[in-house]
């Protein structure tokens, strides 16, 4: 299991000058971040790829889908330019040495019909998302598709509706996330339904349910580390809270307050809770394997 930091409440566009905060977040314990990969060109993301292997952080990106290069819209001009901007994602992963593409690569945030998807858009998801995780694929990325709740996004809210895009996907490449803030709006019972999902998710969002500092608000945190221990997930569990740094996203998110005190405390607070809690959970495994009868 790694531990990562979403970068996106740092800013839009990472790079070399912010070298202090990347190696402070290496200082802290963490693993991996996940690099917003909103704009730009490879060469700047190996360059990006190239400090953060010397600091020793693997990197991830975050990436989304724009009104602009719409997967999933009527206009096939728009549908093809899609395409193209799937590829620009996983051709600035690559450069900057990322694992994984994870984010609502799917449809973008904040675009509505005033209707769930209809069958055309379910099959045009579909078949963005397979010739995206096969593009990704020589070059090791894999791609996790968030499932993003109703009141940001109409094509992929719940778990049930990844899992439904994620079999008509059909490839090995392709998989979902599990978002402890859009599961908490969502799902009924949030960690159960990881449980019942969890062979085809591969990347997991620790977010609280303000979007502030994980273990300040009400996310039984606990109940989910319990889960992933069950499971046996060792992906990344990565921190994602969200400021005002980016008005874009500010407005996309309805971040209109502060969620945290300052950034380095919310860096610091988050691992060490979840060091915490995975620790906690883990050993509360341990008790109830122990006592198990045989």
């Keep these: 299991m790694k531990v990562a930091f979403n970068l996106l409440v740092i800013g839009a ?12 977040l290496k200082a802290l314990g963490y693993d991996a971040v996940e690099v917003p990969v909103f704009s730009g060109t490879p ?35 728009v549908r093809a330019k899609a395409r193209d901007h799937h590829r620009w994602i996983v051709d600035c992963t690559h450069a ?25 858009e379910l099959e045009w998801c579909v078949d963005a998302m397979r010739a995206l995780a096969d593009y990704a694929e020589p070059a090791g990325i894999r791609i996790s598709a968030e499932a993003v ?14 899992s439904a895009i994620y079999r008509k996907v059909d490839h090995p490449n392709y998989g979902y996330m599990f978002d402890t803030f859009h599961a908490n709006i969502e799902e009924k019972d949030p960690p159960a339904t990881y449980e019942r999902h969890h062979r085809e998710i591969n990347h997991y969002h620790v977010s609280e ?21 069950r499971c046996g997930y060792d992906g ?19 971040v209109w307050r502060d969620l945290f005190d300052d950034l380095d405390g919310l860096f610091a607070e988050s691992i060490a809770y979840i ?20």
Excluded: K
């Design 13 to 24: 566009e990472i790079s070399i000058d912010h070298a202090r905060q990347l190696e402070r």
């Design 43 to 77: 060469e700047h993301y190996r360059s990006l790829g190239r400090l953060l292997r010397d600091i020793g952080l693997s990197a991830g990106a975050a990436a989304v889908a724009t009104p602009e290069a719409n997967p999933v819209s009527r206009d096939p001009l």
């Design 96 to 120: 900057m040495g990322g694992e994984i593409i994870a984010g609502p690569v799917h449809s973008p945030v904040g675009v509505f019909t005033g209707f769930g998807p209809t069958q055309c």
């Design 149 to 162: 709740n109703r009141f940001e996004c109409y094509m992929m809210s719940t778990i049930a509706e990844a």
């Design 209 to 229: 349910n303000d979007r502030g500092t994980p273990g300040s608000g009400h996310i039984p945190f606990p109940d989910h580390f319990d889960a992933l221990r």
């Design 236 to 254: 990344w569990l990565t921190v994602e809270s969200f400021g005002r740094a980016l008005p874009e996203l500010a407005g996309a998110t309805r």
């Design 275 to 294: 060091r915490r809690e995975w620790t906690a959970a883990g050993e509360r495994l341990a008790a109830r394997t122990a006592s198990a009868p045989a």
